[in-house]
């Protein structure tokens, strides 16, 4: 599978931010679907995941309330709405798939992913 994420760019601060990840090259509806962040100097952390059938969501504690993880399994694509966007949120941010073998399942950490897209750029000014 391929991943091609797209939708960043520069924001202030309280502002808002799609990104979108066009899947190809496999059955994306089988795959549970995550997005990851990478600041400077900071390990990439987990920010969202989404199962299979999308009936499962799921968030790291400091986007709760402000990021949204949605999928169309009928585009291939899975999106991320950020809401109320904070300077923290800057980062590089990266869409990720991984093969379930079953719905429902969260997957938070980064070696559970087999599948990474290229990284878009979110940068939030104060």
């Known amino acids: 599978v391929q991943l091609q994420a797209s939708g960043g760019g520069l924001v202030q601060a309280g502002g808002s931010l799609r990104l979108s990840c066009a899947a190809s090259?496999?059955?994306?509806?089988?795959?549970?679907m995550g997005w990851f962040r990478q600041a400077p100097g900071k390990e990439r952390e987990f920010v969202a995941g989404i199962s299979r059938s999308g009936g499962t969501r799921y968030y790291v504690d400091s986007v709760k309330g402000r990021f949204t993880i949605s999928r169309d399994n009928a585009k291939n694509t899975v999106y991320l709405q950020m809401n109320s966007l904070e300077p923290e949120d800057t980062a590089v941010y990266y869409c990720?798939?991984?093969?379930?073998?079953?719905?429902?399942?969260?997957?938070?950490?980064?070696?559970?992913?087999?599948?990474w897209g290229q990284g878009t750029q979110v940068t939030v000014s104060s």
């Open positions: 090259g496999r059955t994306f509806s089988r795959d549970t």
């Open positions: 990720a798939a991984s093969f379930a073998v079953r719905d429902g399942l969260e997957l938070k950490n980064s070696g559970q992913y087999d599948t």
